[in-house]
């Protein structure tokens, strides 16, 4: 018998090497004679580690001379997660608006994010999640206002209320942004403020992006055949499973209750409706979505999208937030320039959304913010689902990772005049009709929401952020609150703003910054 199990064992490793080899030999083949970036891990992979960690301590500078040497040329990098095509700014243009069923960002995200493990592949073979951001939401934003003001508010008092008008108090910059943030997003999820305002709950999806991330930095250095059962041993695994069952507890029962006062509208007749009007959260646009039945429909399906939306809203709009405070404690004329105009805005128009678009000199200093402090070091992350010919005649393979070297190109002087100086007014163009306290028309193409070409905090093209927008407002909002009812600023002695850290693909705000507020006498 035991040569018998010996035999098999042996035949069953030659399979696996024999498998291995063959997806290294059509890794390699897939970028055969374009250039490389950065340390090459070699057919066999033997340099592979040094090239994760090459990448992980210095990618942002690889990317600085990829994006320096290779203007016309795809060139390729092996970052800490895969292999990927770093595509120059040339050939954005011919990929940004194809389908995604030939290059997805999605499909990238779950591959990097393990989709399989984490449970976000719910949101595979849908789009509900992103239609809900990019319309219900986006188009309810005039009548959120107020309640998105409200939530921003009391986050705000709760944080700031040690502050008083007469003496500076130490506050952790990052800890009030987030709460803000936060807390709006909270009631955008469940308009219910039993909930949305509840610790256990608030606690939970603030962090759910922290739980998922440490979960997928964790598997990424255990081997691929060992992560179906790690997932289950790992802390990280075990930390995320209970983020998402917390999530369903508070979650699922109101689906159903949803659900069912759906049907029994559905049934009642014709005047007999309910007349009130329906919450306007992400729990009642998904299940209106998913009407139709099938897995959409599944309170954990939804409670999944909800999660992915979460991680897709939440910490990136406190981060740039984040960003923006230490801008303006680094920029007291700016502070003072957005202040003012936020006073004549919001006074003329009110605490309106069509108020919030006239801060022509504030969108202005966010994209700059944006401009200077990257989302990450690189952006356009997309998965290659079918071969794609690109104009200069080379065919991107099916399973490519692709990404564009967004950091390095903001501080390119090509499009950018002097880009190591931060200028708040760079994209301001003053609109048509500008009285003299602000305001003027909305003028679209100059909004922080705007995804001209080479802006890369939104993404860009078919696929880029459907949840800009609603973002942009409510940044606005946050730093209006800040602006017209405190004083912010560094420590004494402190000019400038702290570095932003780098890390694999990934940049942010130091986190620990202090500031120092103070009320602003009514
Ligand atoms: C400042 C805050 C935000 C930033 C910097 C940001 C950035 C991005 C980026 C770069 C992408 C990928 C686009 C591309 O590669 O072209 C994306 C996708 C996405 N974002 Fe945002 N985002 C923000 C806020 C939000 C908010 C508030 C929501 C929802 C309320 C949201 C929902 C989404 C969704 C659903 C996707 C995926 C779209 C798809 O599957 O095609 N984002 N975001």
């Given at each position: 018998?035991?040569?018998?199990?010996?035999?098999?064992?042996?035949?069953?490793?030659?399979?696996?090497?024999?498998?291995?080899?063959?997806?290294?030999?059509?890794?390699?083949?897939?970028?055969?004679?374009?250039?490389?970036?950065?340390?090459?891990?070699?057919?066999?992979?033997?340099?592979?580690?040094?090239?994760?960690?090459?990448?992980?301590?210095?990618?942002?500078?690889?990317?600085?001379?990829?994006?320096?040497?290779?203007?016309?040329?795809?060139?390729?990098?092996?970052?800490?997660?895969?292999?990927?095509?770093?595509?120059?700014?040339?050939?954005?243009?011919?990929?940004?608006?194809?389908?995604?069923?030939?290059?997805?960002?999605?499909?990238?995200?779950?591959?990097?994010?393990?989709?399989?493990?984490?449970?976000?592949?719910?949101v595979r073979g849908t789009t509900i999640h992103r239609d809900i951001v990019r319309f219900q939401l986006t188009k309810s934003l005039g009548n959120l206002l107020p309640q998105m003001k409200e939530e921003a508010q009391l986050a705000l008092d709760n944080a700031l209320g040690g502050c008083n008008s007469k003496e500076f108090t130490p506050i952790k910059a990052s800890s009030m942004v987030f709460a803000a943030i936060g807390q709006i997003t909270s009631r955008r999820v469940i308009d219910d403020p039993q909930v949305s305002r509840d610790a256990v709950w608030l606690k939970t999806i603030m962090g759910f992006t922290a739980s998922l991330a440490t979960f997928c930095i964790t598997m990424r250095t255990i081997s691929p055949t060992l992560r179906p059962i790690a997932r289950f041993t790992i802390p990280s695994g075990r930390k995320l499973r209970s983020d998402i069952a917390q999530v369903t507890t508070f979650l699922a029962p109101l689906i159903r209750k949803r659900q069912q006062q759906q049907q029994n509208l559905n049934s009642a007749a014709g005047d007999q409706k309910q007349k009130e009007d329906p919450p306007q959260d992400f729990v009642q646009w998904l299940a209106e979505a998913a009407q139709g039945g099938g897995r959409d429909a599944e309170p954990e399906?939804?409670?999944?999208?909800?999660?992915?939306?979460?991680?897709?809203?939440?910490?990136?709009?406190?981060?740039?937030?984040?960003?923006?405070?230490?801008?303006?404690?680094?920029?007291?004329?700016?502070?003072?320039?957005?202040?003012?105009?936020?006073?004549?805005?919001?006074?003329?128009?009110?605490?309106?959304?069509?108020?919030?678009?006239?801060?022509?000199?504030?969108?202005?200093?966010?994209?700059?913010?944006?401009?200077?402090?990257?989302?990450?070091i690189v952006s356009f992350q997309r998965l290659v689902l079918s071969p794609i010919r690109l104009s200069n005649g080379f065919v991107i393979p099916a399973g490519t990772h692709i990404c564009a070297a967004s950091d390095a190109r903001s501080r390119d002087p090509a499009p950018y005049e002097a880009p190591l100086e931060f200028r708040p007014l760079r994209f301001y163009h003053p609109p048509s009709g500008e009285a003299a306290g602000g305001g003027g028309e909305v003028d679209a193409a100059n909004l922080f929401s705007s995804v001209a070409n080479g802006d890369s905090w939104f993404g860009v093209g078919r696929q880029a952020c459907p949840g800009r927008w609603y973002a942009s407002a409510q940044i606005k909002l946050v730093l209006c609150l800040l602006l017209t009812e405190y004083e912010f600023k560094f420590p004494d002695g402190q000019t400038a703003r702290p570095k932003n850290w780098v890390k694999d693909e990934k940049t942010g705000p130091d986190m620990e910054q202090m500031i120092w507020v103070r009320r602003l006498r009514g």
């Open positions: 018998m035991a040569p018998i199990i010996t035999f098999w064992s042996a035949l069953g490793g030659v399979a696996l090497l024999l498998i291995w080899l063959g997806r290294r030999l059509s890794s390699r083949r897939r970028f055969a004679g374009l250039p490389r970036v950065g340390i090459d891990p070699g057919f066999l992979g033997l340099r592979m580690q040094a090239a994760k960690d090459e990448f992980f301590h210095h990618g942002q500078q690889l990317l600085e001379q990829g994006y320096a040497k290779y203007k016309d040329t795809p060139y390729v990098i092996q970052t800490c997660d895969n292999e990927r095509l770093v595509i120059p700014d040339k050939f954005i243009e011919e990929l940004k608006n194809l389908p995604d069923t030939q290059i997805s960002f999605k499909e990238e995200l779950l591959d990097r994010f393990m989709g399989k493990y984490t449970k976000l592949d719910a399906a939804i409670v999944i999208k909800i999660l992915f939306l979460i991680v897709a809203a939440m910490h990136s709009s406190a981060v740039t937030a984040i960003h923006a405070v230490y801008d303006l404690c680094a920029h007291p004329e700016t502070m003072r320039d957005l202040r003012e105009e936020a006073r004549a805005v919001l006074g003329a128009h009110g605490w309106t959304h069509a108020a919030l678009l006239r801060l022509h000199r504030m969108e202005s200093f966010l994209k700059e913010s944006g401009r200077a402090n990257s989302a990450g």
